[in-house]
């Protein structure tokens, strides 16, 4: 069990309930707040708050919903609906495990099948829940989001799962305790409220709960404060409280590993989204793991794995931000500070995640982003020396490829626990999923034996396209990546419809990828008025910039964006787009950018402090008022990402980086789309919301706003609703941009 891999992507949060004053400040501390006319708009489910939106709404859908609309949401709708996709599956004891929609069930079934049945083209699913049947049976607009198995004992069968469930898309859930041999909600079972939070098996009869609901305490990010042990029949309320931080970190959790004779129960105090602290049960009481808060650890079996943000001095020995330590487990806790080097980045190369086989352990990588796997060894390991590790011969360049166990505990199968995963795919590249075993080579090296298990579809014609890599240079001379995908004919006279798609935060990777919906709605993209060699006659680029903030070289290139260097994020993807216009791909007006969340926030400063490049800005469910984003939804709990607006001094640089206090009287500013949705509790859509109203009181032409009613942080709970929000901003883009004179 990983107990403190990095997950940057960023994590729920309850709307923040405090008056959002920040804990032990004199006033004197905290900066003064400029003047927000439109803070009414907070009021997220207010009669008035929500009539706005309506009328908002329908000014957009008049605008976009045209003839052309409907087909291209028609056309990805066609692909989000497709039956021939890969069907993901996680292995379980005999059974592979998958989520599936499609447009007879709009919300989702969960199933499982057999390996034999998998391997056909038509497997025989086995479904375990309708989530359609069930919303309609409970009056409530469930969305699906995963189940959690109890360790079966002595060999028996998984039965019972704790499903997690939204009520409206939202990233609170409702945990119910499911038996997959009945196929039922187990009666009197567990059943924990809908809140923001996490369960995890201690044993049968046992739950091990971090939750704000029935009254247990929230940080000032309203996450959970406590672990309780929770046992059958008991009241949440009534739980036994096993760990508690303070209110100003950022939530608390607890989680059992079942691991057969390495059974172990960790608690985690996130002091912010980058330091951490964690802590084993050991015979009732908590042993901290003696780290640096800013070093990642994970455990599995007899190993423990570190992974620092920063460089780390220990015993006279530097180790360097992003690389990849091992230590045993038990020796390091008594004292040992003996490790050995599994990985050490370069200049060139970062990791980016890691999964252990039953004797091996994979290491996925990016070099200069395109994908590189290693196989490491760890029997191989003596002292000061590092575990033999081999190259697994299955990443093209410009791809992503992705390597993970299959099971580690499997005992039936080929690979005896051996057998891996490989995910792998590009810009014009569909998804392959293959199935491999590793094996130890008569010379020492690690052999590999895979084959293709599926394969989605093709949605549009990839072969008229070609995947390019560019480098561009950024305001203080770092080379930014970026990937460009155009028609093999590409005309360079500055004419094509470009997208600019980016994210540049949490140390979250943009990698290659294959998109039905890019292909078909921006690639292939014509209109009915297509003649001749018009420019969007032409189809368009689809280009995405690899910024600073982002993880693709690693959490040096995160760091070197944060708080008050985070202007550098904003120079490199400007960078990116003069790149296009000196290269002759396009021009200022055949130009738009697209982001979603920290990507909003990232386009919502193109449109504010780079205007003049851009024709167009498609921003969805985003970050743009970064005085008062603390006190809205979970934004408490990026501070550590942005700065605390409430500290005068941070306020200087966060007001650079604000786009709300950004707009200017008599600016050019290009055509605006602002997306987002009422349910999103994780961002929310008050910060869309003002910012387009303020622009729109300005006079500002052409902003136009859009709110899904449900769906969450994603803005679509289903795949229709997906279809909309896609077709929506791609729509706006081909609009602004193609028909631009």
Not at 85 to 105: S, T
Not at 556 to 570: G, I, K, P, S, V
């Amino acid at each position: 069990m990983t107990t403190t891999e990095a997950d940057h992507t960023p994590l729920p949060g309850d709307d923040d309930a405090t008056d959002g004053k920040p804990r032990g400040r004199h006033a004197a501390d905290i900066a003064p707040m400029p003047t927000d006319e439109n803070i009414w708009l907070e009021d997220i489910h207010g009669d008035q708050q929500l009539a706005w939106v309506r009328e908002q709404n329908a000014r957009a859908e008049e605008l976009l919903e045209d003839s052309d609309y409907a087909a291209v949401e028609a056309g990805i709708l066609e692909v989000l609906d497709s039956t021939d996709r890969v069907a993901m599956v996680n292995k379980r004891g005999n059974f592979y495990y998958n989520f599936w929609k499609d447009q007879e069930h709009p919300k989702g079934l969960w199933r499982r099948t057999t390996w034999e049945s998998y391997l056909t083209d038509t497997p025989e699913w086995d479904v375990l829940l309708d989530v359609d049947a069930l919303a309609d049976a409970e009056g409530v607009e469930w969305v699906f989001h995963g189940a959690g198995f109890l360790r079966p004992s002595d060999g028996a069968a998984y039965r019972l799962a704790m499903v997690s469930l939204s009520p409206d898309g939202g990233d609170a859930d409702r945990h119910r305790e499911f038996d997959v041999e009945t196929r039922t909600f187990v009666e009197g079972g567990f059943d924990l409220p809908t809140a923001k939070g996490n369960v995890s098996w201690l044993d049968a009869d046992t739950l091990l709960v971090s939750s704000t609901a029935n009254g247990l305490p929230a940080t000032s990010s309203s996450y959970a404060r406590t672990g309780v042990k929770l046992r059958r029949g008991q009241a949440l309320a009534d739980a036994e409280r096993l760990f508690e931080i303070p209110e100003d970190h950022m939530l608390a959790m607890v989680a059992h590993d079942s691991t057969p004779g390495y059974e172990r129960t960790f608690a985690v105090d996130y002091i912010d989204f980058y330091n951490r602290n964690t802590w084993l049960l050991r015979e009732g009481s908590w042993v901290n793991i003696d780290v640096p808060t800013d070093v990642n650890i994970s455990a599995h079996r007899d190993w423990l794995l570190f992974r620092p943000q920063k460089d780390w001095q220990v015993d006279g020995h530097t180790y360097p931000s992003g690389s990849l330590l091992a230590a045993d487990f038990e020796g390091y806790l008594a004292g040992s500070r003996q490790f050995v080097v599994l990985f050490s980045p370069d200049e060139h190369t970062s990791l980016q995640s890691w999964s252990w086989t039953k004797d091996y352990l994979l290491l996925n990588l990016l070099r200069d982003v395109s994908s590189e796997i290693r196989v490491l060894d760890p029997s191989t390991s003596g002292a000061n020396s590092g575990w033999r590790s081999t190259v697994l011969d299955a990443c093209p360049p410009l791809h992503d490829v992705n390597a993970y166990a299959v099971d580690d505990e499997d005992t039936d199968q080929t690979g005896a626990g051996n057998d891996f995963w490989l995910m792998a795919t590009g810009f014009t590249t569909p998804t392959t999923l293959t199935r491999g075993t590793l094996t130890p080579g008569p010379d020492g090296e690690i052999m590999s034996q895979h084959a293709e298990v599926k394969r989605s579809p093709s949605f549009f014609n990839e072969a008229g396209y070609e995947v390019q890599q560019h480098f561009a240079v950024s305001a203080d001379g770092t080379r930014i990546p970026y990937f460009q995908v155009a028609s093999k004919d590409l005309v360079l006279d500055g004419q094509n419809p470009t997208q600019l798609s980016g994210y540049g935060g949490f140390e979250i990777s943009r990698t290659p990828a294959y998109s039905g919906t890019i292909g078909r709605a921006w690639l292939e993209r014509r209109t009915s008025s297509d003649v001749g060699d018009a420019p969007h006659a032409r189809g368009g680029v689809y280009v995405v910039a690899n910024i600073r903030g982002g993880g693709e070289y690693g959490p040096a290139w995160h760091r070197a964006a944060l708080q008050e260097n985070r202007h550098r994020a904003y120079e490199d993807f400007a960078a990116v787009a003069r790149d296009l216009m000196s290269r002759g791909v396009t021009s200022r007006r055949r130009l738009g950018c697209v982001g979603g969340s920290n990507g909003g926030l990232l386009v919502g400063n193109m449109l504010t402090q780079y205007p003049e490049l851009f024709g167009a800005v498609s921003c969805g469910v985003p970050l743009l008022d970064m005085r008062r984003y603390t006190k809205l939804s979970a934004g408490y709990s990026w501070i550590a990402e942005y700065g605390d607006p409430e500290v005068p001094e941070q306020w200087e640089f966060i007001r650079t980086f604000s786009p709300y206090h950004l707009l200017r009287d008599g600016v050019d500013y290009p055509e605006t789309f602002i997306w987002t949705a009422t349910s999103d509790d994780r961002v929310g859509p008050v910060q869309a919301r003002k910012m387009a109203a303020r622009m729109q009181a300005m006079g500002i032409p052409n902003v136009w706003f859009h709110e899904a009613l449900e769906g969450g942080h994603a803005g679509a709970s289903d795949n229709r609703q997906a279809a909309a929000l896609q077709a929506r901003s791609n729509h706006f883009l081909w609009r602004s941009l193609a028909g631009a004179k």
